[in-house]
């Protein structure tokens, strides 16, 4: 198969799977891969939104190898904005059980979609990179985990989705929104079926049915599972944007989900994003700030 055609192929994948999602057929999960901890723990940890930021996903994974925890999965938005596109998703596509799709991964195979200039132009220089590698197996194997992605898995534990249960791609739910939008949020409840988790506003917390939103702080930074329904966003492992500049993401225990919190060095990737002239200098500077 021509590199045309397994992009093609990418395109189809993502075509299905988006009309299957329509019909909220729910995704079976994946067999999870062989586990290098032999076992040591039956947590799983969820990352989300890591938008190439290489130094804030490899301290995650290092943290994640620490604990112990053999199984990762990835609620989307790999790419998009930073600085090392092709190594993060190479990261992601060896270590994560799965990933889903999210508005940046989304954008490389069609035009972005309501996007500011900073972000489409940074779309469109990833798109580059990935098109530019001489490498010929290693790029038509991004194009198809790319192309492979579901738009959301449901499992027996959760519901997993980039944005919202409603619109698994584009739709952000807010902390304000519990005073703002609740009607939307009662739509988005009635589709969840116990837990949920999301990404997409980069903002980690805990939504519940009443409605109510609780960051990792009220928490005490892990929430107990209970009978209620909840929407848990993990945060961003690459752009945070809750004016805490460290690397989020969760860990998902038999009674409990468990937020951390991470630092890296930022500057290193906010100067990664200075050298490249395709990219805002507004991408590396929101790093330093957690916005």
């Known amino acids: 198969m021509d590199e045309k055609s397994e992009h093609l192929a990418g395109l189809s ?5 988006h009309e299957a999602n329509a019909s909220d057929a729910p995704a079976p999960m994946p067999a999870p891969p062989p586990s290098s901890t032999n076992g040591k723990s039956d947590a799983l940890a969820i990352i989300s939104d890591i938008h190439a930021n290489l130094e804030a996903l490899t301290t995650v994974l290092e943290d994640i190898a620490k604990r112990g925890i053999g199984n990762i999965c990835c ?24 990933t889903i799709m999210g508005n940046h991964d989304f954008a490389i195979f ?29 790029r038509n194997r991004r194009w198809r985990y790319l192309g492979s992605m579901q738009t959301r898995m449901l499992t ?35 589709r969840v079926p116990h837990l949920c988790f999301v990404g997409h506003t980069h903002v980690p917390g805990v939504f519940v049915e009443h409605p109510d939103f609780y960051s990792p702080a009220d928490l005490d930074n892990r ?3 209970g009978s209620e329904k909840a929407v848990i966003n993990v945060g961003s492992v690459g752009q945070p944007r809750d004016h805490d500049p460290r690397a989020s993401y969760a860990i998902l225990h038999a009674d409990a989900v468990e937020f951390v919190r991470l630092s890296y060095d930022v500057n290193v990737t906010a100067e990664k ?5 395709a990219l805002d200098n507004f991408l590396g500077q929101r790093l330093l700030e957690g916005v």
Do not use: M
């Open 13 to 17: 994948s993502i075509r299905n799977a």
């Open 75 to 98: 609620l989307g938005d790999v790419i998009g904005y930073g600085p090392n596109p092709l190594e993060c998703i190479d990261l992601v596509l060896e270590n994560c059980q799965f």
């Open 110 to 138: 069609y035009e972005p979609y309501n996007f500011n200039t900073a972000a489409e132009n940074a779309a469109f220089w990833t798109r580059q990179q990935f098109e530019s590698d001489p490498d010929k197996p290693r």
């Open 156 to 190: 027996d534990k959760f519901l997993a989705v980039h944005g919202s249960p409603r619109r698994p791609i584009n739709e952000y739910i807010f902390p304000d929104d519990i005073y703002s939008a609740t009607q939307k949020l009662a739509g988005i409840f009635d």
């Open 223 to 225: 929430y107990a599972i």
């Open 273 to 277: 994003v200075r050298s490249i002239d």
